[in-house]
Structure formats: structure tokens, C-alpha cells
């Protein structure tokens, strides 16, 4: 494994590995950890794999502590496979985000393209809501009333990724212009 993806893979262990230490609610670095990774793991299949896989293990970790006190209706299997599945395909798209800004990696495009996978993230992923959740009708009244539900835990959605994504970026950045600097000296 190359530097690079050591040192990625790294921050990116690191980021997930804040996903399961208390926290605001919904300020988590999944979407960041997505789009970070679509950019700096070189292997296409291991920068899909590694978020995905990271974001899973600490969900399973969550859900047998904090989600069953919300949830306690479902079971751990049909919280994992139903709305786990609507996250891996947010964060799949998010993914190939970060691929597209790989290509155009500057800071207002590094921006843009959080803001655009927290979107993606909020509408796949409460659309897993709605359809696996019994609170909500399965018709257009109730899919509105889900993605209305979920405006508030957007905020924290959003700052987050921006917080993560500027960390998660501005040290990869760093590290690796500090590293080109040395190389030079």
C-alpha cells in the first residue's frame, strides 16, 4: 500500500472511529468520510469498501447501545439491513462524488460537493426511512411528512460535513504539501 493510502486510510480510521465517541446528534463524519475517500484511496474498490465497511462496524457498535433505546420496535437485523442499506447507497453516491472532484479538487469545489453529498445523503437515506419505517404512510403524504420530520437533524447533518470535510481535507493537504516541502529541501 503506497503512502498515500496508508496515510488516507489512516485519517479515514480516525474519522470513523469518531463516529462511535459521544456526539452531537447527527454531527457525524460519515458523509465527509464518503467524499474523502472517493478522492484520496487510489483503489477504486477499496474506496468503496473501506468507508462503507468502517461506517458499518460502528453502527453495529451504536446499535447496541444508543439506536435500541430509540428504536426498540425494530430489531437489530431490520435496522441493519434495511436502513444501513439506504446509508451504503448515499454514501456509494457519495463516493463517486468524490471521484468526479478528485479531477477538480479545489476548496470551493471541495465545498461544493459536501454540500451536494449531504443533499444526496438526506434524501436516500430518509427515503430508507420512510419506506422501512411503520410511523410513516406509504404514499406521497407520508413521504413528505418523513423528509419534513428530518429538516431539523439536517442542520447538524450539513455543519458536520462541512467541519469533517474541511479536517479531513485541509490535513491531507497539509500533510502532503508538508511532505513535498521536505522532499524539496
Request: charged residues 10%.
Amino acid at each position: 500500500m503506497s503512502r498515500k493510502n496508508l496515510l488516507a486510510s489512516g485519517l479515514l480510521l480516525i474519522a470513523v472511529v469518531s463516529r462511535v465517541i459521544p456526539h452531537i446528534p447527527n454531527f457525524t463524519p460519515v458523509e465527509s468520510i464518503a467524499l474523502f475517500s472517493g478522492v484520496y484511496i487510489a483503489s477504486r474498490k477499496m474506496s468503496f469498501l473501506l468507508p462503507i465497511i468502517g461506517i458499518y462496524v460502528a453502527d453495529l457498535i451504536l446499535n447496541n447501545t444508543i439506536y435500541r433505546s430509540f428504536y426498540p420496535e425494530d430489531s437489530a437485523f431490520i435496522w441493519i439491513s434495511g436502513y444501513m442499506l439506504w446509508t451504503f447507497i448515499a454514501m456509494a453516491g457519495i463516493i463517486v462524488f468524490g471521484k468526479i472532484l478528485k479531477t477538480r479538487l479545489k476548496p470551493l469545489n471541495v465545498v461544493g460537493f459536501s454540500v451536494a453529498g449531504s443533499l444526496l445523503f438526506f434524501i436516500v437515506s430518509n427515503f430508507g426511512v420512510w419506506l422501512g419505517s411503520v410511523t410513516y404512510p406509504k404514499n406521497i403524504t407520508g413521504l413528505i411528512e418523513c423528509y419534513t420530520m428530518a429538516i431539523p437533524f439536517f442542520r447538524n447533518s450539513l455543519l458536520s460535513n462541512l467541519v469533517f470535510t474541511a479536517v479531513l481535507f485541509g490535513s491531507m493537504e497539509w500533510i502532503l504539501r508538508s511532505r513535498l516541502s521536505e522532499a524539496k529541501a
